[in-house]
């Protein structure tokens, strides 16, 4: 039985943000359901006021760039596909590329693409139970391949008789194929026999809008939904036993086609939740015992109801998409906020039990109306880059729909409040929650702390025009008495704030602030991207240390930018600057050691280098090759500062595809110092009496074979031609020659290892004793 609550709320004045969505100053009597933002009201028991803490956006970071599409309307993303877990992403753009992303690296893990001229036309998709890929190029081709495989023309390819719509897999199931006329067949039932024949089971000018496939009681369906002349379709096609569905959606106002579909399983049903340009959000629920058999041509009118009616303002929705979270939420990308300004796009959380708005971020760039969720992240495509944004809820409740529940701060219902960073991933530091910022004034000087203290609204007002010292104090302040589920928000408003003042008024600028900000860990590029542009042109390299440091998702253009900046430093300037002290101390005992010749590096001499051996340079030059590889002094060739601050850059995410371009635009001098120091990382990483210091934020050896190798690739025609750059690239032979060298000796005594690690180990061994082993 439907009733009607009427919710009194007392409304005070207020400035309108995420959590309110109400102004104004008045008692106003609402009729239940309500389409506005969460209310922000007052307890009956208290005279302070709160807002409820329910579903959050958490700030999110770029996982790539948008490759150009041939559509403007398109992302140039077909899907975005789960792998073995959650945090592994498999991304296939709208012409040629297949990537496999690390979520929480942010980096690709591999990458592929088929030949010139051929076209992907399906996403493709995981098969857990064969570790394998799938993908469908130019319609008819099926491709499989596993990880390790680089070249696609040489993976398995298989021609079936008709167009391929999508292949689809769920995790633990076996791939299905949706063809385009409407037939479904499990994959390997197809391979058995590509050119089978394949029925139609579309009418004629019936053309399929979108699928998915789940499973119920152990079943997969495969859902898809059709328009033929206006008119839209919905198909359950059940596998094992096989039978078909075919239901017909009611017509919405004349003229609109639903913009998105999502669909859940539910309590042994098939829930339908889908979105028209007008905001209506309507959801039909399907029993899972109702799939029966076939009901023939006749299509049953499908049910629904509506579940949200979004206010869009004035016109209709052009590109937006709904995505079912749970039973209670909805995420809508591509709706204007009912609080902000017409023209910018949102993503926003719906409580669909009690109508209400819980969590919302405004998206820059298009909107192309696509978004994929996975575990707690949601994928959207927008502007130029394909975003992860977090998010998570607790339980609804009225009383939390209303703002006045009182949330228990657990360590369960606590989110994460920072975003990824390389620090840890690189040397598994354990991630230590984040503290409150706090100072020596507010430790110590009591009163301070009850007395009266600005809110974030009004230092981002005294932002605009107050001068630097007052502006730092109170930003200090406001940190230091600032809990931790404060800051997520907050940082990237007042960060914004700054740097938007800084860039207009030359004789403004707060470093100390900034740094303060990227120190709490709730900042990153995609949410202030001038910021390491703004230390750049102010010449501040402690805080361009601190971003690339922090942030997980600088772009390749400002790594790169960052690079050319502390290349071209003096080294008398770069002395000057401040850096972290953990870099410094890595660098200090790295220079300390023996600066003697050059020793065993991995049982293997650097300078050994066959006489026949050469990089295009005849036997005339034989001498200079010699002077080139003879015994030198290890030093480093730029100094302590500027060498921690190349660290950083060595360890920054990048994409190779990505960075070569702009790593081209350094100079020939720049790239020939680099490639110097690098070799000297190289030297002293491989002595084998360096000692390892994991404790030190410092780059691996990876890191800097990885770059000497981008830089080679990026400049070696330059090299070649310069003179001075003869006896490195002959020194970086030798190298790579004494590791050839180094694994082909290990792989001649692998044998004897592999039966060392299957000996059995007495346990009872004296304080001497002598053991023969006989290796076979």
């Known amino acids: ?347 926003c959380i719906w409580n669909t039990n009690f109508q209400t708005l819980q969590a919302g971020k405004e998206m820059a760039g298009k909107i192309y109306g696509q978004l994929w969720r996975y575990s707690n992240k949601l994928f959207i495509p927008h502007g130029k880059t394909l975003s992860v944004i977090p998010y998570e809820w607790p339980k609804s409740s009225l009383a939390s729909a209303l703002g006045k529940l009182r949330q228990a701060k657990t360590e369960e219902s606590k989110a994460p409040t920072s975003v990824p960073s390389w620090n840890n991933i690189l040397h598994e530091e354990k991630a230590h929650p984040l503290r409150t910022v706090e100072t020596r004034k507010t430790r110590t000087n009591r009163k301070s702390q009850s007395a009266p203290s600005l809110t974030n609204d009004h230092i981002l007002e005294l932002i605009k025009t107050a001068p630097v010292e007052e502006v730092q104090k109170e930003v200090e302040v406001l940190l230091s008495r600032m809990d931790v589920q404060g800051l997520q928000p907050s940082v990237g408003q007042l960060a914004s704030t700054l740097v938007s003042r800084s860039l207009d008024d030359p004789t403004f600028y707060t470093p100390s602030s900034l740094a303060q900000l990227v120190h709490t860990r709730c900042l990153c590029h995609s949410v202030c991207p001038d910021l390491v542009l703004l230390a750049l042109e102010r010449k501040d390299y402690f805080l361009c240390q601190l971003c690339l440091q922090f942030f997980p998702d600088i772009p390749e253009a400002v790594t790169c930018a960052c690079l050319k900046a502390f290349i071209s430093m003096p080294d008398v300037d770069a002395e000057k600057v401040s850096v972290e002290p953990d870099g410094v101390s890595f660098m200090e005992s790295l220079m300390a050691r023996e600066r003697g010749p050059l020793g ?40 302590l500062h500027k060498a921690v601050l190349l660290n950083e850059i060595l360890q920054t995410a990048y994409s190779d595809s990505f960075l070569l371009p702009h790593l081209k635009d350094l100079s020939s001098q720049h790239v020939l110092l680099f490639l110097q120091y690098l070799q000297f990382l190289y030297l002293k990483y491989s002595q084998d009496a360096f000692p390892q210091m994991h404790g030190l934020r410092s780059p691996s050896l990876t890191q800097i074979m990885d770059w000497v190798c981008l830089l080679l690739d990026a400049h070696f025609t330059v090299l070649v031609m310069t003179p001075e750059a003869k006896g490195l690239l002959l020194n970086l032979h030798s190298f790579v020659k004494s590791q050839v060298r180094l694994v082909s000796e290990l792989g001649k005594i692998e044998g004897s290892l592999q039966e060392l690690n299957k000996m059995k180990v007495k346990k009872d061994v004296g304080q001497y004793s002598i053991e023969v082993i006989e290796l076979f």
């Open 1 to 347: 039985m439907n009733k009607t609550i009427t919710v009194d709320v007392l409304r005070e004045p207020v400035r309108a943000n995420h959590s309110t969505g109400l102004a104004g100053a008045e008692k106003q009597r609402f009729r239940w359901p309500l389409t506005f933002n969460c209310l922000f009201s007052r307890d009956p028991t208290s005279s302070t006021f709160f807002s409820s803490s329910m579903a959050a956006l958490y700030e999110g970071y770029t996982l790539c760039g948008l490759a150009p599409a041939q559509n403007l309307l398109s992302s140039g993303i077909q899907g975005v596909e789960a792998e073995r877990d959650s945090d592994h992403v498999v991304v296939t753009d709208s012409t040629r590329s297949v990537t496999l992303y690390k979520v929480s690296d942010q980096k690709p893990l591999s990458s592929w693409t088929v030949k010139q001229g051929q076209t992907l036309t399906c996403s493709a998709v995981y098969n857990s139970q064969t570790k394998e890929y799938v993908a469908v190029s130019d319609g008819k081709v099926i491709r499989i391949w596993k990880e390790e495989e680089i070249l696609l023309d040489k993976a398995f390819k298989a021609t079936v008789s008709s167009d391929v719509w999508r292949v689809h897999c769920v995790a633990g199931g076996e791939p299905v194929v949706l063809f385009q006329r409407g037939a479904v067949r499990l994959l390997d039932s197809l391979l058995s026999a590509p050119q089978q024949s394949i029925e139609e089971i579309l009418a004629q000018e019936e053309v399929i809008r979108w699928s998915t496939n789940i499973v119920t009681e152990s079943q997969q369906v495969v859902i898809f939904t059709t328009e033929q002349k206006g008119d839209h379709f919905l198909y359950l096609q059940r596998l094992n036993p096989n039978t078909l569905q075919r239901y017909r959606l009611e017509r919405e106002e004349p003229g609109l086609s639903p913009l998105s579909f999502s669909a859940s399983c539910r309590d042994k049903h098939i829930c339908l939740l889908y979105l028209y340009p007008n905001g209506h959000v309507y959801q039909s629920v399907v029993p899972v015992r109702g799939l029966g058999a076939d009901e023939g041509a006749q299509a049953l009118l499908m049910p629904r109801s509506l579940l949200l009616a979004l206010p869009i303002g004035e016109g209709l929705l052009e590109a937006a998409s709904a995505q079912v979270l749970d039973d209670a939420h909805v995420a809508v990308v591509g709706v204007p906020h009912p609080s902000a300004g017409a023209g910018k796009d949102f993503l």
């Open 600 to 639: 065993l590096q991995n049982g293997f001499s650097p300078i050994e280098m066959d006489r026949s051996d050469s990089l295009g340079v005849g036997d005339t030059r034989a001498e200079d090759k010699e002077k080139a590889t003879t015994p030198t002094v290890q030093i480093c060739p730029v100094g």
